[in-house]
């Protein structure tokens, strides 16, 4: 591995470079804590609700195919707390076996495990202590969620070495992020069928365009230390590969909606989405880290605008039928 000069780690009070700044971790939380929930990323939520959208998403949808007019607010509260303490469970294996390739590189030189914040033997009892708690969250569920859930694990084992060995690795955080999209649907159903498989389908692309967008921040410090990925595959055709990616996620978003029944309000809310991923591909700067962090964000509304079209439609129908 090519070493450059090593970076100075960011100072244990500050926010790191993706944080927001004045985040409640850094105003409020215990300072014996701090290192911990950053290494899970609470700091920097974004991850978590990426993560989290597509299984509400698939839920509301099964839910919707069903003919309910709202959601189940139990599993809405379950799969909050399962996305956020899995999304840390994952940051912080990540952070475990990228240890050392993480201080080679100036945004995550102060990460907790490689500025020496949190040694690598509590970094995996906490890794543990997550688990352990989505596990409890897991079983709340039917037989077949757990199981699905369960074979999640394998590609969340395999996830930070792809990195190391293809330009592609976005591809398989895709596969391993958008899982709940599955899931989800599960849930209500205890069983898979097409819409659920079609929306995976459309947010593993999502992902592999707005992650993507999140790697141009890394690219010269990844070029430097040997990790490969789609930025760097990409180089300036970035936006022409996006729009190839967010085109295929709108079209099998859009076909998942329509499987399950979707009507006005959700495609409604499709469109308002695309408008968004339009103005991110539109207006990247991929040379620009900041702009590339802030479009990278800017997922969040579309995460929100489906799940709000949905719920839409089905209290809708529960309108329509009470008249």
């Known amino acids: 591995m090519m ?15 993706d944080a927001p700044r004045g985040n409640w971790v850094d105003r409020a939380a215990p300072a014996s ?59 912080t294996y990540n952070d475990i076996v990228d240890r050392d390739y993480d201080a080679s590189v100036a945004r995550t030189a102060g990460r907790p495990i490689p500025s020496g914040q949190v040694t690598l033997r509590h970094a995996q009892l906490f890794l543990i202590l997550l688990c352990l708690i989505g596990l409890a969250v897991l079983v709340q569920f039917n037989f077949f969620t757990v199981v699905l859930g369960a074979a999640s694990l394998l590609l969340i084992a395999v996830y930070p070495f792809t990195k190391r060995f293809t330009y592609w690795p976005q591809v398989m955080l895709g596969l391993t992020f958008k899982w709940g999209a599955l899931v989800g649907w599960a849930v209500i159903n205890g ?25 141009h921040q890394d690219k ?69 880290p900041a702009n590339c962090l802030a479009r990278f964000k800017s997922n969040q509304l579309v995460g929100w605008a489906l799940f709000l079209g949905v719920v839409a439609d089905m209290a809708l129908k529960g309108l329509a039928g009470a008249f």
């Open 3 to 17: 070493a450059g000069p090593k970076p100075t780690p960011t100072p244990a009070g500050d926010a790191l470079p």
């Open 33 to 91: 804590w701090k290192p911990y929930l950053k290494l899970a990323r609470f700091d920097r939520p974004i991850g978590a609700w990426l993560l989290l959208f597509p299984c509400w998403w698939s839920q509301v949808l099964a839910e919707h195919a069903l003919g309910r007019t709202y959601p189940n607010v139990w599993y809405l509260a379950l799969f909050y707390i399962g996305a956020f303490v899995m999304r840390g469970a994952g940051c």
């Open 191 to 215: 069983s898979l069928a097409l819409a659920p498989l079609v929306l995976y389908a459309g947010s593993v692309l999502w992902t592999i365009g707005y992650d993507t967008i999140y790697a």
């Open 220 to 288: 010269e410090d990844d070029l430097m230390v040997g990790l490969k990925s789609t930025a760097l595959r990409f180089g300036d055709q970035t936006q022409r590969w996006l729009v190839g990616f967010y085109g295929g996620a709108l079209v099998l978003w859009g076909y998942a909606g329509l499987l399950a029944g979707a009507q006005t309000g959700y495609f409604l809310a499709l469109a308002l989405a695309a408008a968004q991923l339009a103005w991110q591909v539109t207006s990247l700067d991929t040379s620009d």
